[in-house]
């Protein structure tokens, strides 16, 4: 090598070069139909439709009754036979609080007992969300029946032996698209980082390009870092979409509006980085571009599937729902939706954040250890 060619060498900007690899890497991203399908066209259809799903459905609710609530008579047991009430079991009277305020719970029941001799006998409190006074005035009629059929059933003649007193708190009303909006865009960073690092690798294997590379001064980690920033940028954009979409057109929540935006972008940016990992070390398993779909999709799958994408993992069996909670796309999921309609933030995230890190910890040591150029 002579003089001048070393004074090139020198004078070459790896910066100036890793800003072209993400040029060039995001305008083939855009240019992919695929990469516009999986990681934006299909999780805003999913946003669209149980966007217009509303409250319907047959009329079930979720109650819950106070530790010092007396349960220990038959006006508890014709509550919890009612048909149209889901019980929910193993909350802390705080939990119970918290839950109603977010709309998980629809009401909370208090069953009181007077001294003897002092009607009437029992008194009935009800605690209801003013976020949800369709469900609210269902929850008194129901119980009003039963109240009724109780005193019937009981005496004849007044006064009568129980009666309800109602409460309600403030709460937010938690819509379909709050569940629903985190988990697609979760789905859509999974796809982004899993699919599109692998496909993109494989190719440039494949077709010679990273040889090429190798005859220009850039540094090899600038090649890998200038492709990540192109799918962070790109999944970032789309991430931008898919909420804008879901808070303008469906009212999805963002509880404290702008700084909550920020955060889920940050924890978005956080779970791709991690994926990204994944599709690293899928490309490094292909042993050719066929071939990593079904690689691909043994790990993208099962998490799609499994990780609070469409309905809670606490629907599952008892033995499924440990696996569930090892994945990391659930943690990601269960992060954006706290920082949507609980207004948490990054640094209110340890549990949620320390696991995603920990997977990409040792998501990268694999990817690492068993990368190769060529």
Known sequence: MNKQELNNVHNYSQFKATLSITKASLRSIVRNPS?????????????????????GGSARFDVGFYSTSNNNNQLFHSLITVENFNVVQDLTDG?????????????????????????????LEIKTNKA??????????????????FNISLVKEQPPVAVIKQTDVEGRLFKTIDFILPGQLGFSILSAG?????????????????????ATPINRNNIVLGEALSRL????????????????????????????????????????????????LVSNIAKNINTVPPIANLVTLPQFLLAGTFFSIDVFPSWLQPVSRAMPLTY???????????????FTLPKELLILTVWGVVIYFFAIKFFKWE
């Open 35 to 55: 990469s516009i399908i999986f990681t934006l066209l299909f999780p805003l259809i999913f946003i669209v439709v149980f966007g217009f799903i509303g409250s």
């Open 95 to 123: 939990e119970l609080d918290s839950r109603l305020e977010k709309g998980e719970v629809d009401a909370i029941f208090k069953i009181t007992k007077n001294p003897q001799g002092i009607l009437p006998e029992y008194v």
């Open 132 to 149: 949800k006074p369709e469900k609210s005035s269902l929850i008194r009629l129901i119980t009003g029946q039963v109240i009724s059929n």
């Open 194 to 214: 899993v699919f599109g690092t692998a496909f993109v690798f494989i190719s440039l294997r494949e077709n010679l390009v990273i040889k090429r590379f190798f």
């Open 233 to 280: 940028i790109f999944s970032i954009s789309g991430s931008v979409i898919i909420i804008g979409i879901g808070h303008f057109l469906f009212g999805f929540t963002l509880v404290n509006g702008f700084w909550t935006f920020l955060n889920m972008l940050a924890v978005s940016a956080l779970g791709l980085v991690v994926f990204l990992g994944i599709g690293f």
């Open 332 to 346: 990601l999921n269960d992060a954006l939706r706290k920082i949507a309609f609980d207004g948490a933030t990054i």
